[in-house]
C-alpha cells in the first residue's frame, strides 16, 4: 500500500526559506518521477516541481530559480528546498508520483505572512 508522508511546512515571513520532506512507502521508489505538488485555498491542485528517476528535475515557472527538488532514493525521500517565498506559496503542499497515483498524504501547510 503506497503511503506517502509529508513534513517540514510552517509560517515564514516573505524571502524566508522552507525545506519539506515526504517520505514514501510501498513503492519501488527509485523506479519512479516524484513531484511536489501544492492546492492554495479555492484553486486546483498544481505540479510545482518534479524529479525523475535519473535525477533530471523541473519547475512550474512561478517557482523556478526558488524551488528546489531533489531525492534520496536510499531513504525513499523526496524533498523540497524553497527559497525566496513569497505570499502566494501559501499552499498544503503534497509530494506523489508524477504522473499521481490516486493516493495522497495529508499535506503539510506553508503560510507567507508578514
Known amino acids: 500500500q503506497v503511503q506517502l508522508v509529508e513534513s517540514g511546512g510552517g509560517m515564514v515571513q516573505p524571502g524566508g526559506s522552507l525545506r519539506l520532506s515526504c517520505a514514501a512507502s510501498?513503492?519501488?521508489?527509485?523506479?519512479?518521477?516524484m513531484g511536489w505538488y501544492r492546492q492554495a485555498p479555492g484553486k486546483q491542485r498544481e505540479l510545482v516541481a518534479h524529479i525523475t528517476s535519473g535525477g533530471s528535475t523541473n519547475y512550474a515557472d512561478s517557482v523556478k530559480g526558488r524551488f528546489t527538488i531533489s531525492r534520496d532514493n536510499a531513504k525513499n525521500t523526496v524533498y523540497l528546498q524553497m527559497n525566496s517565498l513569497k505570499p502566494e506559496d501559501t499552499a498544503v503542499y503534497y509530494c506523489?508520483?508524477?504522473?499521481?497515483?490516486?493516493?495522497w498524504g495529508q499535506g503539510t501547510q506553508v503560510a507567507v505572512s508578514s
Open positions: 506523489n508520483t508524477k504522473p499521481a497515483v490516486p493516493i
Open positions: 510501498g513503492i519501488i521508489f527509485g523506479s519512479y518521477a
